[in-house]
């Protein structure tokens, strides 16, 4: 039953029990669920658990068959998303019943008024909230979770990070660091914080002998090398989120999966709608990397739809090589940009500096900072022995 899922899902993900509960009449639960529904909303978002529930139950409801099916019901991060066909499923059961009863009626020669039948039961009321009751909802709420990257480029530009409950797709020319930016961002972050990275593009073994002799904290970076289908990714994600994962990588679109039997555009659009719901829904933050065409650099291979999906659009591009007989572009230079940008607005297009050994980015500034810094080791050690 629909009922046991969300109720279930609420004693996991609580923070949203009282949205889906708003404009609801506490009778389109049954009765044994209201008992749980009541229940959960007495304990409140930070005391709910299985344990602090089953505090307030009598002995004989525990026993009960319902409360077995509860305990075994679907838990779904995005149970807010079931609350238009919970109610649709009411109001079919409502109509089913009124006309049963006029039915009936109807067959033993008497005349009721359908007005009277529907005093019985309540229609959920319209969700309508002034934009003063959106901000007192939304400063009851605590700010959105923010990631510092340590790349100086990209904090400046995020103004000091990135928020949770963003798609971000990471474009660019081939071999132009799609994959060396996404793993940097997630590197970083996995310095303080677990994080997920699905390794689509290679293998997990060859990752770790790129990191062999680096810094990262490979405990906190949680790999998956399977599982290409979008929905088993969401699945996943899920998952992880609940253990408190807040951070994903996924590398790449063109690895991703959908079911079949739609046309390309829909396929494509699909995995960019379901990874857009899940950083909405459970306030995490997605970085996708993405393959474009030479004739649409502006949106993700096969779907306008998945630019309009995401929060944040950024992309690496060559620059020209100094002498072009000798080199196709430049090898350490790239032109980064920021093609959309929902969290501040702000657009960004700078050369940054990309290491050819490390495989890191930062901005050019601080690189000529430390040329300098090394410089003026160098030159003191050339008076030190001149002395």
Request: proline share 3%.
């Amino acid at each position: 039953m629909m009922e046991l899922d969300i109720l279930r899902s609420a004693t996991e993900f609580p923070k949203d029990f009282q949205e889906f509960l708003h404009g609801l009449p506490m009778n389109i639960f049954s009765k044994q669920a209201q008992i749980i529904a009541q229940e959960i909303t007495k304990l409140g978002e930070t005391s709910i658990n299985i344990n602090s529930l089953e505090s307030t139950l009598s002995s004989e409801f525990k026993d009960s068959e319902f409360y077995i099916n509860f305990l075994n019901a679907n838990i779904d991060p995005n149970y807010l998303n079931l609350k238009p066909i919970f109610i649709k499923e009411y109001q079919l059961k409502v109509q089913s019943t009124i006309a049963q009863k006029m039915l009936q009626s109807a067959s033993i020669g008497e005349i009721v008024d359908i007005d009277v039948l529907k005093q019985n039961f309540q229609n959920p009321a319209p969700q309508y909230k002034t934009l003063t009751q959106w901000q007192d909802f939304f400063l009851s709420k605590p700010p959105l979770m923010k990631f510092k990257t340590d790349i100086p480029f990209l904090d400046t530009c995020f103004d000091g990070g990135i928020e949770v409950g963003q798609l971000v797709l990471i474009s660019g020319d081939p071999e132009a660091g799609k994959t060396m930016l996404g793993t940097q961002i997630l590197e970083n972050i996995a310095k303080s914080y677990k994080v997920g990275f699905f390794c689509f593009e290679f293998t997990i073994q060859s990752y770790l002998k790129a990191k062999k002799n680096s810094r990262v904290n490979l405990n906190n970076i949680i790999a998956l090398n399977d599982g290409y289908n979008i929905n088993e990714i969401a699945m996943t994600i899920k998952e992880m989120a609940k253990t408190g994962v807040r951070v994903f990588l996924i590398d790449s679109q063109m690895r991703i999966t959908s079911p079949a039997g739609r046309n390309m555009e829909e396929e494509e659009s699909l995995k960019f709608s379901t990874l857009a719901k899940i950083c909405h829904s459970l306030d995490v933050l997605i970085f996708l990397i993405v393959q474009t065409s030479k004739g649409d650099r502006d949106n993700p291979m096969g779907s306008k739809k998945g630019g309009h999906e995401a929060s944040i659009i950024m992309r690496i591009e060559h620059t020209k090589a100094k002498d072009e007989n000798l080199r196709e572009f430049n090898e350490s230079e790239r032109m980064f940009i920021v093609k959309k940008n929902k969290q501040t607005g702000k657009h960004f297009k700078e050369k940054v500096f990309f290491n050819p050994q490390t495989l890191r980015f930062t901005s050019q500034q601080r690189e000529v900072e430390e040329d300098a810094q090394r410089l003026s080791k160098e030159e003191i050690m050339s008076l030190i022995k001149g002395f």
